[in-house]
């Protein structure tokens, strides 16, 4: 099956949405088939890549519920080998329907196997909190991506996210792993930038991406136009940097990939049989153990007021 990595930071304004448009794109343009999930209530992700809400029949919402499938919530884009399944304003209130669930924490990773044996790639775009669509995320992910935001405030909220990982590994998914910590929003004109790296760097060691996202008036331009930054400018810088960052991830991942292509998979639109996943009942309580969803609503991302730099392609 493919790879399930999730786009995780409990803090808003990270650029989690524009890191999952971009990463599942880039990877799509690599002729990997690749499935961008969308879990976020705000649907950011949705409309970053030209899907309107009227547009959508099914989304991710009604995956959750039980009222559809997955593979049938999924539409295609514009861009080859890139799907799409939305979310829906809807999700808000997605939480409180599943809290009476059993294994309520795994309602996502149930539902993701019909789908995933079709994509190489499955990018889940996670909410700013850690509550439950975020604890369904991180259950059903092989990984987790973390974009972290070169500013000292981006730091604080690390260790909450770091021991709610931890939590997953011990009671829900023990094979969870750390995909890497992404530098975003990087204005190389500032020292306060290049420290928040070097911390960054001094406690993640490797598994900080060499890659680094810097502040970029196109990826903030894009979405309004429903494009991922390499269909609206490939030559940005931003652009640039997330085709190395999708160019890193597969070079980690090409042992898992070829796995992948070996049993036949990773072709969309591929027929694959329903899944059914075997569960423990001990792990019904694991969402009160991590606690309440700090929710932390999403902040706009910040363009430098100085664009000296920002608009160079």
Do not use: W
Not at 8 to 22: D, E, L
């Amino acid at each position: 099956m493919g790879k399930v990595i999730a786009i995780a930071n409990q803090k808003g304004g990270v650029g989690k949405t524009t890191t999952a448009i971009n990463l599942a794109a880039s990877l799509a343009a690599t002729e990997h088939s690749t499935l961008l999930l969308d879990i976020d209530p705000q649907a950011n992700c949705t409309s970053g890549v030209g899907l309107e809400a009227e547009e959508v029949e099914a989304s991710i919402y009604e995956v959750l519920i039980g009222e559809v499938s997955a593979s049938e919530a999924v539409v295609t884009t514009e861009m080859p080998f890139l799907d799409m399944l939305p979310s829906h304003i809807n999700l808000v209130g997605a939480e409180i329907e599943m809290i009476d669930e059993m294994q309520r924490e795994k309602i996502l990773s149930n539902a993701l196997p019909q789908v995933r044996r079709k994509y190489d790639f499955v990018v889940i775009d996670c909410p700013p909190s850690l509550g439950l669509l975020t604890l369904n995320s991180l259950t059903a992910a092989n990984s987790v991506l973390i974009p972290v935001q070169a500013e000292y405030f981006a730091l604080e909220g690390l260790g909450q996210l770091l021991n709610t990982i931890k939590i997953v590994r011990q009671h829900l998914n023990p094979d969870l792993e750390i995909e890497g910590v992404l530098l975003t929003m990087f204005d190389t004109r500032l020292n306060l930038s290049n420290q928040v790296a070097q911390e960054v760097r001094r406690y993640f060691g490797d598994k900080v991406f060499e890659t680094i996202v810097q502040r970029n008036v196109r990826l903030s331009e894009a979405p309004s136009f429903g494009k991922p930054a390499i269909l609206y400018e490939a030559s940005s810088k931003g652009a640039k940097n997330y085709i190395a960052l999708a160019r890193e991830i597969l070079e980690k991942n090409q042992e898992y990939i070829e796995e992948h292509h070996a049993s036949g998979n990773g072709t969309v639109g591929q027929s694959a049989p329903d899944s059914s996943s075997t569960t423990n009942d001990g792990d019904n309580n694991v969402t009160g153990t991590i606690g309440e969803s700090s929710s932390s609503e999403s902040e706009e991302e910040k363009e430098s007021a100085k664009t000296t730099d920002d608009l160079s392609l």
